[in-house]
């Protein structure tokens, strides 16, 4: 039994119905990261960010380049690791599929965001 979607992940999921969003085909993608650190009374914070940057490479221009904090990158980890394990499953079979599967959105967790400075 799949568990109930998160409200936001609800509401997303039906603004991605009607949204002017058009998908893009990439075939590259460039992964970087940053640190930010911050003095502090109590030492230093840091945060950091993952920077994807995806690529068509008939034309060699960037298509679009992402920022993301430390914990939505582990969140896409997870969201892709039980994704790809499923199609590596699907691909593997002998069979036709007898009916069209719906993509089911992925969420690591729900957490608090918060920014340093």
Known sequence: ?????????????????????????????????????????????????VILVFVDLTNSQPIGKYVISLSTANGLVSALKVHLDNLQKEIKSKEIPKEVKTITPTVASERELSYIG
């Not at 603004?15 to 990261?33: A, G, R, Y």
């Open 1 to 49: 039994m799949q568990e109930k979607m998160p409200d936001w992940l609800s509401k997303v999921m039906e603004n991605l119905k009607t949204s002017p969003l058009q998908p893009i085909f990439s075939h590259e993608i460039i992964v970087s990261s940053m640190v930010k650190a911050v003095k502090t009374k109590d030492g230093v914070e840091k945060e950091a960010q």
